[in-house]
């Protein structure tokens, strides 16, 4: 059971390269959603999906679009990459959807992007 | 607005001994309440996690996590600290209503056991 995978580990892009990153559960969740890990600031949610077809913005959604076609993966996309954005992104998912989020989030291993 | 405070940004503690990493919170309304560790080059794992009933509430690998209403405190414990549970662990916060969007989590505390 692999749970919740993320590619790459890790990726250096320059100022204004765009690119995605991917995540991919099998263990049927509906809610899935990306955070940013920053020193200091904790983990930042930036966007996420209670189902296919379904997205919507966190805390820090700006720079960043996803789409959710399927209930497996959610990418993560930088349209133009700035150095802001250097960060380890985590994605993470939960097999709930009501509002009542008491189970809990089932996390990838992420990805260390560094923007040049 | 919730909040999550770690308040030590660092807990050293000599293999053997017990352990106390630190969380309070403020929400409103009742709170579910979580504690995640984070592994070098790893993604966060569950430990445990308060949504009602006994204050104290047991996790994996022997911690446990007391919660206190008054103190708005959610402090992890474990009676004898191993080297291994040297890592970053994050205490998080969701109202009961709201969805996983509305979790917060703190800035994480760095714990290091001395062999």
């Known amino acids: 059971n692999a749970g919740v995978t993320q590619t790459p580990k890790f990726q250096v892009l320059k100022t204004g390269q765009s690119m995605t990153l991917q995540c991919a559960q099998d263990m049927n969740h509906e809610y899935m959603s990306w955070y940013r890990q920053d020193p200091g600031m904790g983990l930042r949610l930036i966007h996420y999906s209670v189902g296919a077809g379904i997205t919507d913005q966190g805390e820090v959604p700006n720079g960043y679009n996803v789409s959710r076609s399927t209930t497996e993966d959610f990418p993560l996309r930088l349209l133009s990459a700035a150095p802001s954005q250097t960060s380890v992104y985590f994605c993470a998912s939960s097999g709930q959807v009501t509002t009542a989020p008491n189970s809990p989030l089932h996390f990838g291993n992420g990805t260390r992007l560094t923007v040049t | ?115």
């Open chain 2, 1 to 115: 607005a919730q909040s999550v405070a770690q308040p030590e940004d660092q807990v050293n503690v000599a293999e053997g001994n017990p352990l106390t990493v630190k969380c309070t919170y403020s929400v409103s309304g009742n709170p579910y309440l979580f504690w995640y560790v984070q592994y070098p080059n790893r993604g966060l794992q569950f430990l445990l996690k308060y949504i009602t009933g006994d204050n104290l509430v047991k996790g994996s690998y022997g911690f446990e996590a007391e919660f206190n209403k008054s103190q708005t405190s959610f402090h992890l414990k474990k009676p004898s600290a191993l080297v291994s549970d040297s890592a970053l662990y994050f205490c998080a916060v969701s109202p009961y209503s709201g969805g996983y969007q509305k979790v917060t989590f703190g800035i994480g505390t760095k714990l290091q056991v001395i062999p």
